[in-house]
Nanobody
Framework: QVQLVESGGGLVQAGGSLRLSCAAS????????MGWFRQAPGKEREFVAG????????LYADSVKGRFTISRDNGRNTVYLQMNSLRPEDTAVYSC???????????????????WGQGTQVTVSS
């Protein structure tokens, strides 16, 4: 059974930073593609960033390019999302997801992903 557990969300002022973590367990993820998505109230879930678990192959949404960085730590089986220069419009529930297929570029559609975490709230105040 694959489990993804996010942490690191919180309240931050505009211009600040947060680092989200996604701890993965249950399988060998070297053949997976990982993604971060977010959903704001009243809006559809949107792709934020993705990468191959084995490394490289990163893709970012235009809205976060240059501000967010996705990375992973194989030893900790954890994927990170470093978020800098946060804006109020970044406020959302952020979720990590795993696609059982290695892809480049990562898929941006949520239904391409097989496993999901429970999400963590990020609130950016102006």
């Amino acid at each position: 059974q694959v489990q993804l557990v996010e942490s690191g969300g919180g309240l931050v002022q505009a211009g600040g930073s947060l680092r989200l973590s996604c701890a993965a367990s249950g399988r060998t993820f070297s053949m997976y593609t990982m993604g971060w998505f977010r959903q704001a109230p009243g809006k559809e879930r949107e792709f934020v960033a993705g990468m191959r678990w084995s490394g490289g192959g990163t893709l970012y949404a235009d809205s976060v390019k240059g501000r967010f960085t996705i990375s992973r730590d194989n030893g900790r089986n954890t994927v990170y999302l470093q978020m800098n220069s946060l804006r109020p419009e970044d406020t959302a529930v952020y979720s990590c997801a795993a696609d059982r297929t290695v892809r480049f570029p990562p898929r941006t559609q949520a239904d391409a992903y097989d496993y999901w975490g429970q999400g963590t709230q990020v609130t950016v105040s102006s």
